[in-house]
């Protein structure tokens, strides 16, 4: 059965059956995983105090998955090109290869190297079948890539990106809402720019991101793991990739690159601390952004939270940036009223518990 769908109903669709069709798995996958012991057991470097079940990851490449298939199934890729509609497959490829590398993580504790080297050769396929920068337009002329410097800058980008939404998800809810509204940002300026293909894997990657959220911000009753998370940060990259037309790669990448400049820059701080201190760049303490917040005496919820007012204030700036439009200035506006609130308030909080 095929239907004429307009890319805004496209896009609707596809969100819709995203967070229906997450929300409905992951609540089977838990009990599977529970059934079979699969379980992320607590540790003093974790947040958690219980057992979890970390395969919550399956759940959002399932929605993700299956809300783009049906969305394909009822008509809904009918008016874009050919060559996007095999951007939008080699995308998912890539991100179901990357989630597989995820879940070997998680069921059975790959070291580092191996999980970067395996990064790394999906990242190339995938840029050899047309994910690739290529073009970056400069204010006065457009910087055509060689081959060589094409590839490494997608290899950098989407492994950069991938590891950055990996290493944020040490909270409840933290990695999934930030990759949401990162996601509807991508979506917006996809639709602005007339990359409807692009439009349709944001969509999907937000729906999925809220149908998670159902069951995992706090107190969260399952983890995305590391197969989630993967699955989540290469999306996320390629998308943004995926969405420009030549000559407008820039305006795509600086989206992501300002949405996700806090993870990126805690990714980049923490990286920087160990290796100051003699340690591999891979291992594993209490540095992050998210565990300094805590440390601060902000609870869980709240720490989330200011991370998600943050995120959506640069997501309103980016997109201030990108279309010009007084709207989102009004949005970025008053993100930052609301920060400024939630600082002030916990301040209060302090000054009325101290003696």
């Known amino acids: 059965m095929t239907l004429a769908y307009s890319p805004n109903a496209a896009a609707l669709l596809t969100f819709a059956a995203?967070?229906?069709?997450?929300?409905?798995?992951?609540?089977?996958?838990?009990?599977?995983?529970?059934?079979?012991?699969?379980?992320?057991?607590?540790?003093?470097?974790?947040?958690?105090?219980?057992?979890?079940?970390?395969?919550?990851?399956?759940?959002?490449?399932?929605?993700?998955?299956?809300?783009?298939v049906i969305t394909w199934r009822f008509g809904g890729?009918?008016?874009?090109?050919?060559?996007?509609?095999?951007?939008?497959?080699?995308?998912?490829?890539?991100?179901?290869?990357?989630?597989?590398?995820?879940?070997?993580?998680?069921?059975?504790?790959?070291?580092?190297?191996?999980?970067?080297?395996?990064q790394l050769l999906v990242a190339m396929a995938v840029w050899s079948q047309g994910v690739q920068i290529g073009t970056i337009e400069l204010p006065f002329t457009p910087l055509?890539?060689?081959?060589?410097?094409?590839?490494?800058?997608?290899?950098?980008?989407?492994?950069?990106?991938?590891?950055?939404i990996n290493?944020?998800?040490?909270?409840?809810?933290?990695?999934?809402?930030?990759?949401?509204?990162?996601?509807?940002?991508?979506?917006?300026?996809?639709?602005?720019?007339?990359q409807p293909a692009a439009g349709l894997?944001?969509?999907?990657?937000?729906?999925?991101?809220?149908?998670?959220?159902?069951?995992?911000?706090?107190?969260?009753?399952?983890?995305?793991?590391?197969?989630?998370?993967?699955?989540?940060?290469?999306?996320?990259?390629?998308?943004?990739?995926?969405?420009?037309?030549?000559?407008?790669?820039?305006v795509s990448l600086l989206l992501p690159l300002v949405i996700l400049s806090l993870p990126l820059a805690d990714m980049s701080a923490v990286i920087v601390g160990r290796l100051s201190q003699g340690r591999s760049p891979f291992y594993p303490d209490r540095r992050h952004l998210h565990h300094r917040l805590l440390r601060r005496g902000l609870s869980h919820r709240r720490t989330v939270l200011l991370i998600y007012a943050f995120t959506q204030w640069l997501a309103a700036l980016a997109l201030v940036l990108v279309n010009a439009e007084l709207r989102f200035l009004w949005l970025g506006l008053a993100t930052a009223i609301l920060i400024a609130l939630v600082v002030t308030t916990r301040r209060r909080l302090q000054a009325d518990e101290d003696p």
């Open 18 to 68: 995203a967070a229906l069709l997450t929300a409905l798995v992951v609540p089977v996958v838990r009990r599977l995983g529970l059934a079979y012991g699969l379980i992320d057991a607590p540790d003093a470097r974790k947040q958690h105090t219980t057992p979890m079940v970390r395969l919550g990851g399956i759940g959002i490449v399932l929605g993700f998955s299956l809300a783009l």
């Open 77 to 118: 890729f009918a008016e874009l090109p050919p060559s996007k509609d095999q951007l939008i497959w080699t995308t998912l490829a890539g991100a179901l290869c990357f989630f597989v590398i995820g879940l070997a993580d998680d069921l059975f504790a790959l070291p580092p190297l191996p999980r970067l080297v395996g």
């Open 144 to 164: 055509v890539l060689p081959p060589a410097l094409s590839l490494l800058a997608t290899v950098i980008w989407l492994v950069g990106i991938t590891n950055a």
């Open 167 to 194: 290493w944020l998800d040490g909270l409840d809810g933290l990695a999934a809402g930030v990759s949401g509204i990162a996601a509807v940002g991508l979506l917006s300026v996809s639709f602005s720019l007339d």
């Open 201 to 250: 894997l944001a969509a999907a990657l937000a729906g999925s991101c809220l149908g998670f959220l159902r069951h995992n911000f706090n107190p969260a009753r399952i983890f995305m793991g590391d197969g989630g998370s993967y699955f989540l940060g290469f999306a996320l990259a390629a998308i943004s990739i995926v969405g420009p037309a030549k000559g407008l790669t820039s």
